[in-house]
Structure formats: C-alpha cells, structure tokens
C-alpha cells in the first residue's frame, strides 16, 4: 500500500507548509504515523511521528517549529512546519505502520530558499 502525501513546496526562510497524508481504510491495526525527511546527500531521517500510546517525537532540529498532528477518523497524519529554514529542504516521506508492516508515501518535495 501506497499512501499519498500532498502539502509540499517552494517557500522562503521563515514560512510555513502543512504536509497531510491519508491512510488507506484498509489498514486497521495502525500504531505510528509519521515523517521522515531526506536532505540532499544525507541519510532519511525521522522528522516527527506519533505513536498510538499518543506520544510524540520530534528530531532536535524541528522542536519548536514542527508540529505533527493526527485524524484519528480519517487516519490521516498532518505536518505543520513552520519557521522553515534552508535546512529543511528534502523529500518528506510520510509513514505509517499498520501492525508490523510499513507503508510509505511516494515522497513530498520541501524547497526553502534564503
């Protein structure tokens, strides 16, 4: 299963982008939503997630800014970002495992620019 990410975009150094990704009616045993980030030659790393005891988990590099909020009826999972800086830029995975299976999103594009 796919999911389908959107919220993605161009924006400059201090603006704000919201992610969203839906989840599939399907899955039915899900236990963590989340983003994961990939910045150009690095590793993908996780940016946010949630998991289903309701915890919260934000790398150190978006406290603060970053803000990961679920839709527990539409298991969606949404990404608020906002004081971007060029840092942030990269691919945004969404991902959401539903018992031990993984699904991912084909990837959003962030651009900040300076």
């Known amino acids: 299963v796919q999911l389908q990410a959107s919220g993605g975009g161009s924006v400059q150094a201090g603006g704000s982008l919201r992610l969203s990704c839906e989840a599939p009616?399907?899955?039915?045993?899900?236990?963590?939503m989340g983003w994961y980030r990939q910045a150009p030659g690095k590793q993908r790393e996780v940016a946010a997630g949630w998991t289903v005891a309701g915890t919260t988990y934000y790398t150190d590099s978006v406290k603060g800014r970053f803000t990961i909020s679920i839709d527990a009826a539409k298991k969606s999972v949404h990404l608020l970002m906002n004081s971007l800086k060029p840092e942030d830029t990269g691919v945004y995975y969404c991902?959401?495992?539903?018992?031990?299976?993984?699904?991912w999103g084909q990837g959003t594009l962030v651009t900040v620019s300076s």
């Open positions: 991902y959401i495992r539903d018992g031990p299976r993984a699904h």
């Open positions: 009616r399907s899955l039915s045993d899900i236990n963590f």
